[in-house]
């Protein structure tokens, strides 16, 4: 069942190809970077604005700058068949002279946009070549009796290979001329209060932005859609926790405490406070007749497999089965290697289960049986665990690692496999504390805050990426003196294929440069078995160096693996450098992580990175970010444990997540059902993004 619209929305959710311009191939790369549909077009914010109103004469004009002038074509200087040299038009007015530069230009195009002797408005950067200004593909050429063709304030948008900002433009005007004027969602207190616009007029003013304030996360057409945005987020959450709990009530674990007590007892070294309370928080939501539903989160090393196999075990205890569900292949066999060192001493053991093909045909058989008939108490897997032919027979606990790669029907669904299924789902990402009761209001929490007594902090140091020969010459002596080192790529632009292209030219100059170093390459575009064979030759010591992308951010763990050297620092968000560095320092060895950084920083990437050589604490860190982040920017994306919004700014806006939260709760009565359904609807089909969460709410 999905969520009713009403019909005067309908034209949002068409698909982009019905916009100006967008045809199959257009819409495909549409997909990728914004999304499927008319709405997703809307919510395509700007990120800075070009201001065009600069009419300066030729002779004047500054290098470097934007600028617009009205033009007499004077003659075209077309380049001979088969040269590379550029299509130059040479232009004047009565300032000077101006040649327009083309290159790879259809005869067509130039000829017909810059016809000789007549006049023409162009726009575009300037640039002086020997005192003589050149414009190189102008931006806009117009007729003058059409200049109102040429925008004089012009919005700046993220773009991907193969949008351009003149076909993104074109489709998000034909998408505002779709915009209806619904009636009103917001309390009529708050629009009062914050004086903001209707949806309407906001979506308008945040496309057609007059300066650089009306880019700014405060403006009052931006801070009202980052409203409905957080609005509809903390509506969907009470909606699915409601819908989680009616269809499943709870029931009472109530363990005997032999294992849960062993297991404490085998341990070679003390929990910590923070596990020790975190476990006992987990044990009376397990003993309650209330269905637990909580969220462990904790630093890089802070303890949480520990802390989920006690409630594991709490869970066989009472007579049930306890799955932990991980989101990679290499994430689960590490988890699975883990659970089963701690459980050697009490005489047991958890099984693996993994896609099809990736484990033998009759063992995956046998395992299955097990869970079905009961005879397998613990299992840790992949997705494969949520497959309709997975069926278990008393299913108490299920633990989601890493929640945020799953959506929220994957973590129902894996409930469902039983009766009053708990949840636990955990997130090595700390959440700032100012944004974790309301940003995940459909769970309780436990934190991990301490780290385990020895553990040694991370020395961080920065190094300009100028000083590269003398980085790769320490590699390779650290490297011979026994260490193990990752060597992260950095981020290229939108691309993956340019992320990877950068991993593979380092691999293989670090290769040349060391020429006694085994080097192993990791990254997304790989073949996972290809891929899990070169974290393996790291993880087993045949190879001394893994050079990577981001995709070892998560579920890598080489305890032998003490220095990790990270390119291009400053691309990076504060939440993943510190997911990057939680790679190294899980050992016994000092460990080291060196940020390389390309002058000039800006005063943001100054300050990250200073945060970075100050502290190992997650949770601190996780509270900068959101004061450091810049406007638009998500909090370190996918990695993050976060929600992703597309209007809201989780720093900038944290204060309306908290009057968001309050109307959430006004607009719900006591058994949790929306007062007004179809309003509830329209707010979540607007403004929640996750299909699933969608689903689930509409009942």
Same mark, same amino acid.
């Given at each position: 069942?999905?969520?009713?619209?009403?019909?005067?929305?309908?034209?949002?959710?068409?698909?982009?190809?019905?916009?100006?311009?967008?045809?199959?191939?257009?819409?495909?790369?549409?997909?990728?970077?914004?999304?499927?549909?008319?709405?997703?077009?809307?919510?395509?914010?700007?990120?800075?604005?070009?201001?065009?109103?600069?009419?300066?004469?030729?002779?004047?004009?500054?290098?470097?700058?934007?600028?617009?002038?009205?033009?007499?074509?004077?003659?075209?200087?077309?380049?001979?068949?088969?040269?590379?040299?550029?299509?130059?038009?040479?232009?004047?007015?009565?300032?000077?002279?101006?040649?327009?530069?083309?290159?790879?230009?259809?005869?067509?195009?130039?000829?017909?946009?810059?016809?000789?002797?007549?006049?023409?408005?162009?726009?575009?950067?300037?640039?002086?070549?020997?005192?003589?200004?050149?414009?190189?593909?102008?931006?806009?050429?117009?007729?003058?009796?059409?200049?109102?063709?040429?925008?004089?304030?012009?919005?700046?948008?993220?773009?991907?290979?193969?949008?351009?900002?003149?076909?993104?433009?074109?489709?998000?005007?034909?998408?505002?001329?779709?915009?209806?004027?619904?009636?009103?969602?917001?309390?009529?207190?708050?629009?009062?209060?914050?004086?903001?616009?209707?949806?309407?007029?906001?979506?308008?003013?945040?496309?057609?932005?007059?300066?650089?304030?009306?880019?700014?996360?405060?403006?009052?057409?931006?801070? %009202?859609? #980052?409203?409905?945005?957080? &609005? +509809? /987020?903390?509506?969907?959450?009470?909606? $699915?926790?409601?819908? @989680?709990?009616? *269809?499943?009530?709870?029931?009472?674990?109530?363990?005997?405490?032999?294992?849960?007590?062993?297991?404490?007892?085998?341990?070679?070294?003390?929990?910590?406070?923070?596990?020790?309370?975190?476990?006992?928080?987990?044990?009376?939501?397990?003993?309650?007749?209330?269905?637990?539903?909580?969220?462990?989160?904790?630093?890089?090393?802070?303890?949480?497999?520990?802390?989920?196999?006690?409630?594991?075990?709490?869970?066989?205890?009472?007579?049930?089965?306890?799955?932990?569900?991980?989101?990679?292949?290499?994430?689960?066999?590490?988890?699975?290697?883990?659970?089963?060192?701690?459980?050697?001493?009490?005489?047991?053991?958890?099984?693996?289960?993994?896609?099809?093909?990736?484990?033998?045909?009759?063992? %995956?058989? #046998?395992?299955?049986?097990? &869970? +079905? /008939?009961?005879?397998?108490?613990?299992? $840790?897997?992949?997705? @494969?665990?949520? *497959?309709?032919?997975?069926?278990?027979?008393?299913?108490?606990?299920?633990?989601?690692?890493?929640?945020?790669?799953?959506?929220?029907?994957?973590?129902?669904?894996?409930?469902?496999?039983?009766?009053?299924?708990?949840?636990?789902?955990?997130?090595?990402?700390?959440?700032?504390?100012?944004?974790?009761?309301?940003?995940?209001?459909?769970?309780?929490?436990?934190?991990?805050?301490?780290?385990?007594?020895?553990?040694?902090?991370?020395?961080?140091?920065?190094?300009?990426?100028?000083?590269?020969?003398?980085?790769?010459?320490?590699?390779?002596?650290?490297?011979?003196?026994?260490?193990?080192?990752?060597?992260?790529?950095?981020?290229?632009?939108?691309?993956?294929?340019?992320?990877?292209?950068?991993?593979?030219?380092?691999?293989?100059?670090?290769?040349?440069?060391?020429?006694?170093?085994?080097?192993?390459?990791?990254?997304?575009?790989?073949?996972?078995?290809?891929?899990?064979?070169?974290?393996?030759?790291?993880?087993?010591?045949?190879?001394?160096?893994?050079?990577?992308?981001?995709?070892?951010?998560?579920?890598?763990?080489?305890?032998?693996?003490?220095?990790?050297?990270?390119?291009?620092?400053?691309?990076?968000?504060?939440?993943?450098?510190?997911?990057?560095?939680?790679?190294?320092?899980?050992?016994?060895?000092?460990?080291?992580?060196?940020?390389?950084?390309?002058?000039?920083?800006?005063?943001?990437?100054?300050?990250?990175?200073?945060?970075?050589?100050?502290?190992?604490?997650?949770?601190?860190?996780?509270?900068?970010?959101?004061?450091?982040?810049?406007?638009?920017?998500?909090?370190?994306?996918?990695?993050?444990?976060?929600?992703?919004?597309?209007?809201?700014?989780?720093?900038?806006?944290?204060?309306?997540?908290?009057?968001?939260?309050?109307?959430?709760?006004?607009?719900?009565?006591?058994?949790?059902?929306?007062?007004?359904?179809?309003?509830?609807?329209?707010?979540?089909?607007?403004?929640?993004?996750?299909?699933?969460?969608?689903?689930?709410?509409?009942?």
């Amino acid at each position: 069942m999905h969520p009713r619209r009403p019909t005067e929305i309908f034209g949002l959710f068409a698909a982009t190809t019905v916009l100006p311009g967008v045809g199959p191939k257009l819409a495909a790369t549409l997909e990728k970077r914004i999304g499927t549909h008319v709405i997703d077009v809307l919510r395509h914010l700007p990120v800075g604005l070009i201001d065009r109103r600069a009419r300066p004469g030729l002779d004047d004009v500054a290098d470097g700058s934007i600028a617009t002038f009205e033009i007499l074509v004077i003659k075209h200087d077309k380049p001979p068949p088969g040269t590379r040299r550029p299509w130059r038009v040479i232009c004047e007015n009565e300032t000077g002279q101006i040649d327009l530069i083309f290159f790879h230009a259809r005869d067509d195009y130039v000829s017909r946009m810059l016809p000789a002797g007549e006049r023409r408005i162009v726009s575009g950067r300037v640039e002086l070549r020997q005192g003589r200004p050149q414009m190189a593909h102008p931006d806009h050429i117009v007729r003058p009796d059409a200049p109102e063709e040429m925008p004089q304030i012009e919005p700046v948008y993220p773009l991907t290979a193969g949008l351009s900002p003149k076909a993104l433009r074109r489709a998000i005007e034909g998408a505002m001329q779709r915009i209806p004027r619904p009636r009103e969602w917001i309390a009529p207190a708050v629009m009062e209060q914050k004086n903001w616009p209707d949806f309407a007029t906001a979506m308008d003013k945040v496309h057609h932005p007059e300066n650089a304030e009306d880019l700014l996360p405060a403006a009052p057409a931006r801070a %009202r859609l #980052a409203y409905d945005e957080l &609005l +509809a /987020n903390q509506l969907a959450l009470m909606l $699915v926790r409601r819908a @989680a709990s009616d *269809s499943m009530p709870g029931r009472s674990f109530n363990g005997t405490g032999a294992l849960t007590m062993a297991l404490v007892k085998a341990l070679p070294f003390r929990l910590t406070g923070a596990q020790k309370r975190a476990i006992t928080e987990i044990a009376k939501d397990q003993t309650s007749e209330s269905r637990m539903l909580r969220m462990l989160q904790g630093d890089v090393g802070s303890g949480k497999t520990l802390v989920a196999l006690h409630a594991m075990l709490h869970a066989v205890e009472s007579g049930a089965q306890a799955s932990l569900l991980a989101p990679t292949e290499v994430l689960a066999r590490q988890h699975h290697a883990t659970i089963n060192a701690f459980l050697a001493p009490l005489g047991m053991e958890a099984r693996l289960l993994l896609g099809q093909g990736r484990s033998g045909s009759a063992e %995956r058989r #046998a395992i299955m049986d097990g &869970l +079905a /008939n009961g005879d397998v108490q613990l299992v $840790v897997g992949t997705h @494969a665990l949520l *497959s309709e032919s997975v069926s278990f027979a008393n299913l108490g606990l299920a633990v989601v690692d890493e929640q945020h790669r799953f959506g929220v029907r994957q973590r129902i669904l894996l409930g469902q496999k039983g009766e009053g299924v708990d949840v636990i789902v955990m997130t090595a990402t700390p959440i700032p504390r100012s944004l974790s009761m309301t940003a995940y209001g459909d769970l309780d929490h436990s934190r991990l805050d301490e780290k385990p007594a020895g553990r040694l902090p991370i020395d961080t140091r920065t190094l300009p990426l100028d000083r590269l020969g003398d980085v790769v010459a320490r590699l390779g002596s650290a490297i011979a003196a026994g260490r193990r080192a990752y060597w992260i790529c950095p981020l290229v632009e939108e691309s993956e294929k340019l992320d990877v292209a950068a991993a593979e030219d380092r691999a293989a100059t670090l290769a040349r440069a060391l020429p006694d170093v085994k080097v192993a390459l990791a990254h997304g575009k790989m073949k996972s078995a290809d891929r899990d064979a070169a974290m393996n030759q790291f993880r087993d010591g045949t190879a001394q160096l893994l050079v990577a992308t981001t995709v070892v951010e998560v579920g890598v763990d080489v305890p032998e693996a003490s220095v990790i050297i990270i390119e291009h620092a400053e691309r990076f968000g504060l939440a993943q450098l510190h997911q990057l560095r939680g790679r190294v320092g899980r050992g016994h060895d000092a460990s080291s992580c060196l940020l390389l950084f390309a002058p000039p920083l800006s005063d943001l990437a100054t300050q990250r990175l200073d945060v970075m050589r100050e502290t190992n604490d997650g949770f601190v860190i996780a509270e900068r970010d959101l004061e450091l982040r810049g406007p638009g920017e998500f909090l370190g994306q996918r990695q993050s444990g976060m929600p992703e919004f597309a209007l809201a700014d989780l720093g900038a806006h944290r204060d309306l997540l908290a009057i968001a939260r309050d109307q959430a709760a006004n607009m719900v009565d006591r058994d949790g059902a929306p007062h007004d359904r179809e309003m509830a609807d329209l707010l979540l089909s607007l403004f929640e993004r996750d299909s699933a969460v969608r689903f689930l709410a509409s009942g």
